[in-house]
């Protein structure tokens, strides 16, 4: 069974700043990395996988995401944010088997101020 | 990415009744989820939807309570019945192409779903 940790359940940060979402998961088996982002009443949007490759992947608005297996970890960052990237942001996992369910943390509220 | 659409966006219903949710998407997909994500909470998956047979619940989830159908590759419902309070989520459903070799989900809007 895979689990997902989020352990800031907030980020207030000034605009222009840059930012860091934490993100660590457990897991027995090799999985699958997601970052969705929930905007104010929208649905989920993904922002960026990580599926094998380099473990450094990037989002088209400036995110980027690194996977770090020692560490279990794949946290979020931009060096840079604006007032629109106020929004949830929840890591994911699945395994990589045959099931693809996605085990959510339970989110980081980015609140960007001016 | 395929489109995908929720009827209804939201719906205030009283106790005891039941709810039909609709979830279609614009192209065929080979597997479909629905998820709860209760107020101020992350998502929990109800189930996936299987074409063609039963749906798969996950661990607290049953049957009985949240009927699911996949009559197709594009279109399935989930029913929340004999409704109470707690019911008060908001319901997604995803959709993702695994077995063509994407692994990725994406999802619908939600509907967000108020019992009184």
């Known amino acids: 069974a895979q689990s997902v940790t989020q352990l800031d359940s907030q980020v207030p940060v000034f605009e222009e700043a840059p930012v860091e979402l934490r993100c660590n998961y457990s897991?027995?088996?090799?999985?699958?990395l997601f970052w969705y982002v929930q905007y104010p009443n929208q649905g989920l949007q993904l922002l960026l996988k990580?599926?094998?490759?380099?473990?450094l992947v990037e989002s088209i608005n400036g995110f980027e995401a690194e996977f770090n297996k020692s560490q279990t970890s794949f946290h979020l960052r931009k060096p840079s944010v604006h007032i629109s990237d106020t929004a949830e942001y929840f890591c994911?996992?699945?395994?990589?088997?045959?099931?693809?369910?996605?085990?959510f943390g339970t989110g980081t509220l980015l609140a960007v101020q001016p | 990415s395929a489109v995908i659409s929720q009827k209804p966006s939201r719906d205030i219903c009283q106790r005891g009744t039941s709810l039909t949710i609709q979830c279609q998407v614009d192209?065929?997909?080979?597997?479909m989820f629905w998820y709860r994500q209760q107020p101020g909470q992350s998502l929990t998956l109800i189930a996936t939807?299987?074409?063609?047979?039963?749906?798969?619940?996950e661990s607290g989830f049953v049957i009985d309570k949240f009927p699911i159908s996949r009559p197709n590759l594009t279109f399935s419902t989930l029913t929340v019945s004999n409704m109470s309070p707690e019911d008060s989520s908001i319901y997604l459903c995803?959709?993702?192409?695994?077995?063509?070799?994407?692994?990725?989900?994406?999802f619908g809007p939600g509907t967000r779903l108020t019992v009184t």
């Open positions: 897991s027995s088996v090799s999985v699958y």
């Open positions: 995803s959709v993702s192409n695994r077995g063509r070799g994407l692994y990725e989900q994406y």
């Open positions: 994911a996992v699945s395994d990589r088997g045959a099931t693809n369910k996605l085990i």
């Open positions: 939807a299987n074409q063609g047979s039963e749906a798969t619940y």
């Open positions: 192209s065929q997909v080979t597997m």
């Open positions: 990580y599926l094998s490759g380099s473990t």
